[in-house]
Nanobody, 113 residues
Framework: VQLVESGGGLVQPGGSLTLSCVAS????????MSWYRQAPGQEREHVAYITGGGDRKVYTDSVKGRFTISRDNGKNTVYLQMNNVKVEDTAMYYC???????WGQGTQVTVSS
């Protein structure tokens, strides 16, 4: 199993960023995929998840209306579109296969002016 995140970087408050996670080694379309984040000195926090068929999406309250999770099962990829980002969104963002304990290496998002 391999999960490879990309797309992180430095972005100004109010800006946008799209994270990607390419998965391999398992039947991607059968699994719920999640994004988590962890800021320095804080616990890892669940951000959003999407079901295998993409029909259900759930977000933590702090990102509702700003972030959108999506997936392309043909490309074994899950995305996190981040709009109107805030300084408090600064964290390492991780891709996760729900209930399987499979994690990517993370991609850093820094929101700063």
């Amino acid at each position: 199993v391999q999960l490879v995140e990309s797309g992180g970087g430095l972005v100004q408050p109010g800006g946008s960023l799209t994270l990607s996670c390419v998965a391999s080694g398992f039947s991607f379309n059968l699994f719920v995929m999640s994004w988590y984040r962890q800021a320095p000195g804080q616990e890892r926090e669940h951000v959003a998840y999407i079901t295998g068929g993409g029909d259900r999406k759930v977000y933590t309250d702090s990102v509702k209306g700003r972030f959108t999770i999506s997936r392309d099962n043909g490309k074994n990829t899950v995305y996190l579109q981040m709009n109107n980002v805030k300084v408090e969104d600064t964290a390492m963002y991780y891709c996760n296969v729900k209930d399987m304990g499979w994690w990517g290496q993370g991609t850093q998002v820094t929101v700063s002016s």
